[in-house]
């Protein structure tokens, strides 16, 4: 992967293994993601996409292995200081907070960035309000990349589906992250709203500079936005490298289609 | 010759103009002096309304306009302009005829091939757009465009890697416009006042129902004295408020948020997106307001829809007021003095029932709003002037300027399109059809003269419109004059008039009635999937899809109920209780401009869909009780796609006298 001309690597994930009981989630996956680009993982269900994210974002630790981020090791982290470090994340089940208005919903993004007072805070007075008013106004910007502006007071639990990936899309984009971990943004989308989703994702990499893994099924989605794709099968990386390369991969094409026996 | 005619007074000769304010440019330059700091037009930017006053906006302009300039631009050049409506697109149009050129708006979903015939026939020049969207179109037309040199975009987002050099955005032209200036003191000055009242101000592409677009000149004189006549009329002041929402290509939107903003002073506003007019609507709460009969339904079918849901002894009252309302109004329009109790409980209704309601739709503070484009049905007309709204019907086209017609205050009636305003002349042919002649009379169709000599007589616009005058002077449209036609027995046959009843229904979206040299009237129909939908999700009717839900015999049901009452309310009015529709069938698809079926206004091309459905229309007059069908269908990318459905047909009840037939 160290190929030249290639930008340094954000994120290095070497070696890592989980295992659940008796159950070998990841066995012994590495894969390098460099600065500003949008990679895919794909593969078969079961194949530990997830949890590979999941041990990336720091909610489950990997039994061996090592993950750098920005050059530093940070295996180990909790989930709150890895979002410190500007790792951010949306949900395979869309994990919104149902009763509360989108712009709500966007603002608890900007949580980490926020320091302030109780008692300020509560009065909206002062540096409290100040902040208030910064953190509004960076929200507002990333409502109007997604075109969201229309649905801003609505209560999230009222929102179609695909409208509810793009909100929590924008969640995720309110905390500036470096890494942004997509798990199947355009899961259970119409032509479409996928067409859309891919117009925002490329948006925000090309806006914000954001690089991006993400996790997709549809292949054709897969092949229009990431130049990057690692492909996994039982645990294992089975291939790595440009679109083209892992298409054609017959180890991809195995897992996907079954081994011929001839 | 015999003819009926009318004319609105005229207080003075109807189309003088002072020379020192005769143009748009010098006009804002004067209100950027006597009205300085007074809010000329407020964007919603970022959630957050964003003023610009009169100074500002000449400001502004200027740079636009220097800007150009700085690129070549030369008098008698044509601007194309591209995007939703905001405020650095109204400035570049004050921009361009600073300079003595002449914007050109067109409508911003327009697909690729539409725009390129536009912009080729205008030889465009220069073209401002609003964003990457219109960027991609542009460039994508461009081989075809030759005269097309610079492109000036609004929105920089996603545009960063364009590396095309013709290319700019709308800052680094205004840098351009500020350096120009250093080294040309005085130029926009001296620009503006080369100007006349006679040179062309606007090129508008009429959609056209037929064939390609055809070019609308108008020039200064036309729209500013049309302007004036209609805010002397109406008593429009500078403290008003409009929204800015409908396609900047529309002559309307070109009269009411820029045109009429400019003379009388008052303030423009332009919605944050297409999707919130309707809140941005309630938080400017405009004083002055204008809706095609389709905004007006949607709005209503929004309300109903939530009153439907709501707690049932609140939809009790909801209705009983509503209803109250209806039956004030209704004596009201006939100048009759309502019942005292009526009166009384109306007042009671204002608090509990039309203020809330007005309050919510955004429109407790018009004055004078305005329907126009299509007939309205009587009952929707009715709705808003019942809650104290001042809904008027208005007539005109782009040809006259957009104005032709409206109805006085205090002397509103459902099936008039009002009196000529001053200055203006109606006359009727021998033939029925409508022609006029005012101040606002176009100055011919760009490069089309063969058009001009069909529609331009002597100084009269031909309307095409089918239309009486009553004995109080007021118009009233009866149809297309080439659109009405004879059943095969004889009898009068108006289609628009027949569809705009059975749209009245909330259930039904858009109507096609056939009947010219047939025995009856049969009618092609599409739900509306907001109201059927909502219909059918409280009767726990699944359904997949648009086409799925338009073929349930129960939705069959509900319209042939609708379509049974239009043919029983036919029968009250003679002459055509002989034309009730015998026949329907609900359309797999809803009618689209991007299949031409429409045009970007949304009014039905008769010819094209009957032409289109031909197989539909024999199998309505056939015995069969369904038709196979296959549709074509263009996505707004310009791909094209085919659809296949089995649609049934279905039969409504004849009622009184003409079921005799």
Not at chain 1, 47 to 69: D, M, Q, W
Not at chain 2, 116 to 128: N, P, S, W, Y
Not at chain 2, 204 to 219: D, F, I, R, V, W
Not at chain 2, 547 to 558: I, S
Request: hydrophobic residues 40%; negative net charge; glycine residues 8%.
């Amino acid at each position: 992967m160290s190929g030249a001309g290639r930008p340094p690597s954000l994120l290095e994930v070497d070696g890592i293994s989980v295992r659940f009981g008796a159950v070998q989630a990841l066995d012994g996956v590495s894969l390098e993601i460099a600065r500003g680009e949008i990679a895919a993982i794909i593969g078969p269900n079961g194949a530990g996409k997830t949890t590979l994210l999941n041990v990336i974002s720091g909610f489950y630790h990997p039994n061996e292995g090592a993950i750098r981020f920005a050059g530093a090791d940070r295996t180990h982290l909790k989930p709150y200081e890895v979002a410190t470090l500007g790792i951010a994340r949306t949900f395979q089940n869309v994990a919104l907070f149902k009763g509360m208005s989108v712009l709500d919903n966007i603002m608890t993004g900007r949580l980490l960035k926020m320091h302030g007072s109780f008692l300020l805070e509560a009065l909206y007075w002062g540096p409290a309000r100040r902040q208030e008013l910064e953190h509004r106004g960076f929200v507002e910007q990333i409502i109007d990349f997604l075109e969201i502006q229309a649905i801003r007071k609505t209560p999230a639990g009222r929102l179609p589906y695909g409208l509810q990936k793009r909100v929590e899309l924008a969640r995720a984009l309110a905390a500036e992250p470096t890494l942004l971990l997509l798990d199947e943004p355009m899961a259970g989308m119409n032509v479409e709203e996928k067409e859309d989703m891919c117009r925002f994702i490329l948006g925000v990499n090309d806006e914000f500079g954001t690089t991006m893994a993400l996790i997709e099924h549809d292949m054709s989605v897969v092949m229009d936005i990431s130049g990057h794709v690692v492909a996994l099968d039982y645990g294992r990386k089975i291939a790595d490298g440009t679109p083209d390369q892992v298409r054609n991969d017959p180890a991809v094409i195995d897992a996907y289609l079954g081994v011929a026996h001839a | 010759m015999t003819r009926a005619t009318t004319a609105g007074a005229s207080v003075r000769p109807a189309d003088s103009l002072d020379p020192a304010q005769d143009t748009f440019p010098k006009l804002v330059v004067d209100n950027a002096t006597r009205l300085a700091d007074k809010v000329a037009i407020r964007e919603k930017h970022l959630g957050i309304w964003q003023a610009h006053s009169w100074s500002q906006y000449l400001a502004e302009s200027r740079l636009i306009a220097l800007g150009l300039a700085a690129l070549g631009f030369a008098r008698g050049d044509r601007t194309a302009v591209i995007g939703d409506n905001r405020p650095p697109l109204y400035w570049a149009m004050l921009a361009t005829q600073a300079l003595g050129g002449v914007p050109v708006p067109l409508y911003q979903d327009s697909i690729e091939k539409e725009m390129q015939f536009i912009l080729d026939h205008a030889e465009a020049r220069f073209a401002v757009v609003e964003d990457q969207e219109q960027v991609d179109k542009l460039l994508h037309v461009r081989a075809e465009c030759p005269r097309l040199e610079y492109i000036v975009y609004e929105d920089p987002r996603g545009l960063r890697h364009y590396q095309e050099p013709f290319l700019l955005s709308l800052a680094e032209l205004k840098e351009r416009g500020a350096k120009f200036a250093t080294d040309n003191p005085g130029w926009f000055e001296a620009e503006v006042a080369k100007g006349a009242g006679d040179d062309l101000a606007v090129i508008c592409y009429t959609s056209g129902t037929t064939g390609q677009p055809k070019g609308a000149m108008l020039s200064h004189r036309n729209l500013i004295v049309t302007a004036r006549n209609a805010i002397e009329r109406e008593g429009l002041r500078e403290s008003d408020e409009v929204v800015a929402y409908l396609p900047m290509a529309w002559v309307g939107d070109h009269m009411f948020s820029f045109s009429q903003s400019v003379v009388a002073g008052f303030g423009t506003n332009c919605p944050e997106s297409a999707a919130t007019v309707l809140s941005d609507l309630k938080e400017i709460g405009p004083t002055y307001f204008f809706a095609p009969p389709r905004i007006w339904e949607n709005i209503l079918t929004a309300v109903m829809i939530r009153v439907d849901d709501a707690w049932a002894p609140k939809r009790a009252m909801i209705r009983y007021f509503l209803d109250l309302a209806r039956r004030t109004e209704r004596a009201r329009l006939a100048h009759r003095v309502p019942a005292l109790a009526d009166r009384l409980l109306y007042a009671l209704g204002r608090v509990l029932v039309y203020g809330p309601l007005r309050d919510n739709l955004g429109m407790r503070r018009i004055r004078v709003a305005y329907t126009a484009g299509e007939a309205i049905g009587p009952e929707l007309f009715e709705f808003y002037r019942s809650l104290g709204i001042n809904v008027k019907q208005l007539y005109g086209m782009t040809e006259s300027s957009a104005l032709i017609c409206i109805q006085k205050d205090g002397d509103v009636k459902l099936d008039t399109v009002g009196t000529p305003l001053p200055g203006v002349e109606v006359c009727i042919t021998e033939s029925g059809e409508v022609i006029v002649r005012s101040p606002g009379v176009f100055l011919g169709y760009y490069k089309n003269p063969e058009a001009t000599q069909q529609t331009l007589e002597d100084g009269w616009i031909r309307t095409g419109d089918a239309g009486v005058l009553d004995r109080d002077g007021h118009l009233k449209i009866i149809d297309r004059a080439r659109d009405v036609g004879r059943l095969s027995d004889g009898t009068l046959f108006a289609p628009k008039y027949l569809e705009n009843k059975v749209k009245f229904s909330p259930f039904v979206k858009e109507a096609v009635c056939v009947g010219d040299g047939r025995p009856h009237v049969v009618a092609l129909l599409n739900i509306d999937l907001a109201a059927v939908g909502n219909w059918a999700e409280r009767r726990n009717i699944a359904y997949t899809s648009y086409a799925d839900l338009a073929q349930k015999a129960e939705v069959y049901d509900l319209v042939r109920h609708e379509v049974n009452r239009v043919n029983r309310s036919l029968v009250e009015e003679g002459d055509l209780a002989g034309t009730q529709i015998r026949k329907f069938l609900l359309l797999h698809k809803e009618l689209d401009a991007d299949d031409q079926e429409m045009t970007r206004t949304r009014k039905v091309r008769r010819g094209f869909v009957a032409q289109k459905y031909a197989p539909l229309i024999e199998g309505l007059y056939s015995g069969v009780d369904h038709v196979n069908v296959e549709a074509q269908v263009t996505y707004e990318d310009g791909r094209v796609g085919m659809v296949r459905a089995d649609i049934r047909i279905a039969e409504a009840e004849v009622a009184g006298a003409g079921a005799a037939r």
